[in-house]
């Protein structure tokens, strides 16, 4: 299924069903990796196999496309299982899919997940199969764990190319995975993992944001398998200041989560609208972030991708974290530890992401310190085209003068942000919580001055009003 996978994907994406594989068509070569021949059957000019044509190897073909039906991937899903049960127990299936006798009866060793796959893929009827090859590999990844798998790609295939690009393709596919779950209602943005939109939920008839994965993110069973780790452990957080996951899914070969859905601006909209914050509106988003940072740190759980867009505004200022975890269940522990930014360069990564080093609360701390520098000075605080520039940067410890810019800013809360920015972990603050009784330490030195007016308000009344809302 592993390395079929490709093939079937790649016909999927073109309009084209490969309607028929049998074993004798598959060549495996002395690494275990197979080669697909035979495709005669799959040609797009030929909308069904023509009548009086018997072709051999009826039971590998779905009972619908015997019949004289196109086709399409759950036909395709039943050939699948087909080749799958014959491997698995040495028989041929029935071309009655009501006398198939379950592959733990002819082979009592067949894993327990393996049976219910195939049972499943085999189903008479195509709507109670799975709708595509690569949703019967994503359930084998859940049910089973993480695993090697042979055929990796770093580029996607053209007709997922194509997908990326166009927006109406997207929402043609995810219009169908949603079926009678969620009604498609709008795009509220894209990036490096997938699209966000405004959905509604037709069984508890509340909107909520769904943010579906890019596909190239989940060609690897390993990585799906991380990512949905990561989504549950980020759906048990309940903090005011955390958006919170409702549900995880997959259909149709993509794959999904959905969450409470923010109304309002994300910071780098903010901030590039209105530029620099009001001091006192910078310093409610850090103790809220870090509210939220000490919360997840003490359930083992690290955001590693804290940046502008993933902070959220309520209309009444209050901040919303989203994606936690996400960026290393999805990028896995590679170069640049999977973290992210629009602009393509990771410019709120601490250095030892960058350097692909084991990360801790600590890389999330720097983060928070790297926005809260660009919330005051409207720029993060290193800059450069190239991540490799970046780290440059970054391990000198060439941090811009906050004062220089910001009046406003005390000499303490400088200082105290300049320590955790820091390059060195062991420089940095130790935990979210120290973090935020430094600011507050800082802070209660600047109450002493006479206040001005608080400006924060303003600034969010005046984004809303732009909006007509």
């Known amino acids: 299924l592993q390395d079929a996978r490709p093939t079937w994907h790649a016909a999927h994406e073109r309009g084209i069903g490969v309607r028929r594989i049998t ?10 990796r197979s080669t697909v021949t035979d495709l005669r059957f799959a040609s797009p000019n030929l909308d069904a196999i023509p009548a009086g044509v018997v072709p051999s190897g009826l039971a590998f073909m779905a009972p619908e496309v015997r019949d004289g039906q196109t086709g399409d991937p759950a036909s395709d899903v039943y050939t699948a299982g087909a080749l799958l049960y014959y491997a698995v127990t040495g028989k041929v299936p029935p071309l009655d899919p009501r006398q198939l006798v379950s592959p733990s009866e002819l082979r009592p060793v067949c894993p327990r997940v393996v049976t219910q796959i195939l049972m499943r893929a085999l189903q008479a009827a195509p709507e109670d199969r799975y709708f595509s090859t690569g949703e019967m590999l994503e359930h084998f ?20 190319l194509m997908a990326i690009e166009d ?11 949603l079926g009678d779950d969620y009604e498609l209602l709008d795009l509220l943005g894209a990036g490096g993992f997938g699209r966000v939109y405004r959905v509604r939920d037709l069984h508890l008839e509340r909107e909520v944001a769904l943010k579906v994965l890019h596909p190239s993110m989940t060609t690897d069973p390993s990585g799906v398998e991380r990512f949905r780790r990561e989504a549950q452990l980020a759906a048990g957080l309940q903090h005011p200041n955390v958006v919170n996951i409702f549900d995880i ?40 972030a870090l509210s939220a940072m000490s919360h997840a740190h003490a359930s083992g759980l690290i955001h590693r991708d804290i940046k502008p867009e993933n902070m959220l505004l309520e209309r009444d200022g209050s901040l919303r974290i989203t994606d936690f975890g996400l960026a290393l269940a999805l990028r896995g522990q590679g170069v640049f530890g999977g973290a992210t930014s629009r602009s393509g360069t ?7 992401q960058l350097l692909g080093e084991p990360v801790d609360q600590r890389t999330d701390i720097y983060s928070v310190a790297a926005v809260a520098y660009y919330g005051l000075l409207g720029y993060p605080p290193f800059a450069g085209a190239t991540p490799e520039q970046l780290l440059a940067k970054q391990m000198n410890n060439e941090i811009p003068s906050l004062r220089a810019e910001r009046t406003d800013v005390s ?3 400088e200082q105290v942000l ?26 209660r030195s600047r109450r002493s001055e006479p206040a001005g007016p608080n400006k924060w308000p303003l600034v969010l009344a005046s ?4 909006q007509g809302k």
């Open 346 to 352: 990771p410019q709120f990564a601490s250095p030892e």
């Open 418 to 443: 300049r320590r955790a920015l820091h390059s060195d972990p062991e420089r940095r603050y130790p935990s979210a919580a120290e973090f935020y009784q430094a600011i507050h330490q800082a802070e």
């Open 411 to 413: 000499p303490e809360l």
């Open 141 to 160: 990844a859940a049910e089973a764990g993480a695993f090697d798998v042979a055929w990796t790609r770093a580029t996607p295939l053209p007709g997922e």
């Open 23 to 32: 074993p004798d068509a598959i060549l495996i070569n002395t690494v275990g």
């Open 167 to 177: 927006p109406t393709v997207w929402e043609t596919r995810l219009r169908r995975a």
């Open 249 to 288: 899914a997959s259909r149709s070969g993509l794959m999904w989560y959905t969450m409470a859905l923010v109304n309002g601006p994300n910071l780098a909209q903010l901030v590039e609208q209105d530029g620099p914050l009001p001091l006192e509106g910078l310093l409610r988003i850090l103790r809220e």
């Open 463 to 466: 984004w809303w009003r732009r």
